[in-house]
């Protein structure tokens, strides 16, 4: 999944018409970079595949200060539709970062997101669990490759993620 692409579209549906620019400051403003690998230069290159693929459409220039004005893209209805398909990949992640971004954008699916939430919550718990019964199995060495403490590791962190989602959910 583009986690980029799903942060743009959705700044988009946020705000409106924007250029690429705009769409930076906004992202930079929501502190994406704490959380992502977000390049500037990652912005305007989905700008220019989503426009390619029909997602967003020109809606003329801002005028610029300086030099040519900037364009100006909105969401089609293909778009939208993409926006909430990788929402709803997203919300139901368990890469960190792309459900970091979906959680970012919770506020767009309220009823759907939460129970896309509690069944990612559950999976987690029961990846978590298979995880824990694989490393009973796998021998204590301390040597490479460590298999079970990588699958302790694992287990934990997905039993971490999965406490954190219901905490959520409860404030929600």
Known sequence: MNVVRL?????????GALHGYAIRQILEGWQVQMWTRLHSGSVYHSLQ???????ISSQGHEPGH????????????SGEE?????????????????LSAGLA???????????LLVDTASRLTENADHLIKLAATAPRETGVPR?????????ENLRAT??????ILAEH
């Open 162 to 167: 999965a406490g954190s989602l219901q905490k």
């Open 49 to 55: 595949q989503m426009a390619k693929e029909g997602l």
């Open 7 to 15: 942060l743009v579209l959705g700044a988009m549906r946020e705000k």
């Open 147 to 155: 298999t079970h403490d990588l699958l302790v590791l694992w287990s």
């Open 105 to 115: 954008l919770l506020d767009c699916l309220p009823e759907e997101g939460s129970a």
């Open 66 to 77: 300086r030099g040519p004005g900037k364009a100006l893209f909105s969401l089609t209805r």
């Open 82 to 98: 993409e926006f909430l398909n990788l929402l709803r990949r997203a919300l139901s992640s368990f890469d960190l970062v792309e």
